[in-house]
């Protein structure tokens, strides 16, 4: 959607206290373009939005005149949308329940099978990539996916890695806004790039990037929907989740007052897995502030792939919270394809660091109910002693406490807190200069100000005793 229509419906999902933001009223109307006639509850059987909210939402928008009346969009709202949200199909394009399995191409989209053309032409898949090709069922029944959810028209569209070329297929529907496509591998980077000059793709553009180092600023805060098939382990897709929601936008300014965006989509593949491993996977998808909408299982199919039994399933994906974009993540040397993992060599003995432990109490219990004053001076002690921090978790618990743990380039560190004790608990272990623990320490220790502290250290991967020593602190 345009900068103008952004603000506008900013304005009204404030005005109709909708908390699915702009993405909801953009899904209320496509779904009114496609569906002229639909009642409130039928609407919000579609949007999945509240039948009460539905209606306020629709209040705001004749106020605003952007339709004639609530229960139809007119002439008027019929052309707003096409104007400014670019919507195309004003009907359903693919009737029916959308499954894992499509018999044939419904005739308006036969053009897609010139993508056939292109996908035998592919690079070779380069295994320590983990890549491997999806076949043309699945680069199809994506699109058509796409499609159904009105995903495409008018839509800014980033591929996190695409060997399989689902790009070009999205970009030959001649219907989004704008596709960039982030890779790695220039092998794929030059053929998308040539494929599409042959299709005469506008709006389309291919960026050399290794997701490991931080993203380029140009594509930060830009994108409506990210598609990605990331590496096969844990550690690679929460690498790739984490880029998505960069790029994913996540906030607007509007008269020097910056506005929060949620909603925007995902289109993740991901492969099989043990229980234990699903629930790791599902976790991940949490701790990004994304939530599933829907999962198709057994949607991807790959020429071969037999390490994943040559399918995936399919998870739609959508962005629940602004992302924490303050801490510079580099993880060039950080293993995350599968066989780097499976051939990264184990030590016979840990690298030796230094272990911090240490308590701090206090009087005034209030002062430790503010979780985000205690998050960001946590957080800052680090950045403090240049520590680099690749991942943070946190958790607020019920009625008071809070831990959180930031995962360092050189192991972890973690702050507990129990304000019914006035206690804050620190544990740090760095495999890193022993000048840096005791930064840290020193910061939590002068921003918290605690009325008594104690604090402790021991010398990690040696074959002395354990023993901590105490640290004197001014």
């Not at 980033?158 to 790009?167: E, M, R, W």
């Not at 491993?277 to 701790?287: A, G, P, R, V, Y």
Request: with cysteine; glycine share 4%.
């Amino acid at each position: 959607m345009d900068t103008e229509a952004e603000k506008i419906l900013v304005s009204i999902a404030e005005r109709a206290q909708l908390a699915e933001g702009i993405e909801g009223i953009r899904s209320i109307l496509l779904t009114m373009y496609r569906f002229p006639s639909l009642k409130n509850k039928i609407l919000a059987q579609k949007t999945g939005i509240a039948i009460p909210t539905i209606a306020a939402v629709r209040s705001e928008l004749v106020k605003a005149d952007i339709i004639e009346k609530r229960n139809f969009l007119g002439i008027k709202g019929r052309e707003w949308v096409r104007t400014k949200l670019k919507l195309i199909f004003d009907y359903d394009p693919l009737p029916g329940n959308f499954d894992s399995v499509i018999k044939e191409i419904p005739e308006e989209f036969s053009y897609l099978n010139k993508i056939k053309e292109f996908i035998n032409n592919r690079p070779t898949p380069e295994f320590s990539l983990d890549q491997s090709h999806a076949d043309f069922p699945t680069i199809i029944k994506k699109t058509l996916y796409l499609l159904k959810k009105g995903d495409i028209e008018g839509r800014r569209i980033i591929f996190l890695g695409d060997d399989d070329v689902i790009s070009l297929a999205v970009g030959m529907t001649k219907l989004a806004k704008e596709i960039t496509v982030l890779d790695l591998d220039n092998r794929v980077l030059d053929f998308i790039s040539q494929s599409a000059e042959e299709l005469s793709l506008n709006n389309f553009n291919a960026l050399s990037h290794d997701l490991r180092e931080p993203s380029p600023s140009t594509i930060i805060n830009k994108y409506d929907l990210v598609v990605t098939d990331p590496p096969y382990t844990n550690e690679g897709l929460r690498l790739f989740l984490k880029r998505a929601r960069e790029v994913l936008k996540s906030n607007v300014s509007i008269d020097s007052k910056t506005y929060p965006i949620i909603g925007k989509k995902c289109l993740l593949s991901f492969g099989n897995k043990p229980p234990e491993e699903m629930q790791k996977l599902q976790m991940s998808i949490l701790d990004h502030d994304f939530i599933i909408n829907e999962m198709i299982p057994d949607f991807n199919h790959y020429e071969g792939a037999s390490i994943i039994g040559k399918f995936s399933h399919l998870y739609y994906l959508q962005s629940v919270m602004n992302p924490n974009s303050r801490y510079t993540l580099n993880l060039t040397s950080y293993p995350i394809y599968t066989s780097e993992i499976k051939n990264k060599s184990e030590s016979l003995f840990r690298p030796i660091g230094y272990h911090f432990v240490g308590e701090m109490r206090f009087n005034n219990q209030k002062s430790l109910l503010e979780n985000k004053r205690i998050q960001k001076i946590f957080l800052d002690s680090l950045i403090d002693a240049d520590l680099i921090i690749l991942d943070v978790y946190h958790h607020n618990y019920h009625p008071f406490g809070y831990s959180i743990i930031a995962i360092l380039e050189t192991s972890h560190a973690a702050l507990h807190t129990w304000p019914e004790h006035g206690y804050i608990s620190i544990d740090i272990f760095i495999c890193d200069e022993y000048s840096k623990g005791l930064k840290v320490i020193n910061y939590l220790k002068n921003q918290f100000n605690p009325i008594k502290s104690d604090f402790f250290y021991m010398e990690r991967g040696k074959k002395s005793k354990i023993t901590f020593e105490p640290i004197e602190m001014q």
